[in-house]
């Protein structure tokens, strides 16, 4: 079981910009694709972004443009930039492998857009 730890969440107003962090508990993080999930209330979780070892990303479409995830191999620790926030982005984020493990998930961290 690897721990992921996620910070950086916030109350933001719509144009604003917030920057997350997930940090892992191991090297083993360097070897597999990571991702940033989210999930608001009465919603299903959905896949944000994600990025390869190598550093291939992939976008959902309701974030392309505005969200950039990125990795530091050598920490052990994924990133998501988010600009230009809007309020349908407002959820619960999280990190994990691709795919996810269940034994891994955090507890994530609150991203509110609101004016």
């Known amino acids: 079981q690897v721990q992921l730890v996620e910070s950086g969440g916030g109350l933001v107003q719509p144009g604003g910009s917030l920057r997350l962090s997930c940090a892992a508990s191991?090297?083993?993080?360097?070897?597999?694709?990571m991702a940033w999930y989210r999930q608001a209330p009465g919603k299903q979780r959905e896949l944000v972004a994600s990025?390869?070892?190598?550093?291939?990303?992939r976008y959902a479409d309701s974030v392309l443009g505005r969200f950039a995830i990125s990795r530091d191999n050598a920490k052990d620790t994924v990133y998501l930039g988010m600009n230009n926030l809007k309020p349908e982005d407002t959820a619960v984020y999280y990190c994990?492998?691709?795919?996810?493990?269940?034994?891994?998930w955090g507890q994530g961290t609150q991203v509110t857009v609101s004016s």
């Open positions: 990025i390869t070892p190598g550093g291939r990303t």
């Open positions: 191991g090297s083993i993080f360097s070897n597999r694709p």
């Open positions: 994990n492998s691709v795919p996810s493990r269940d034994t891994d």
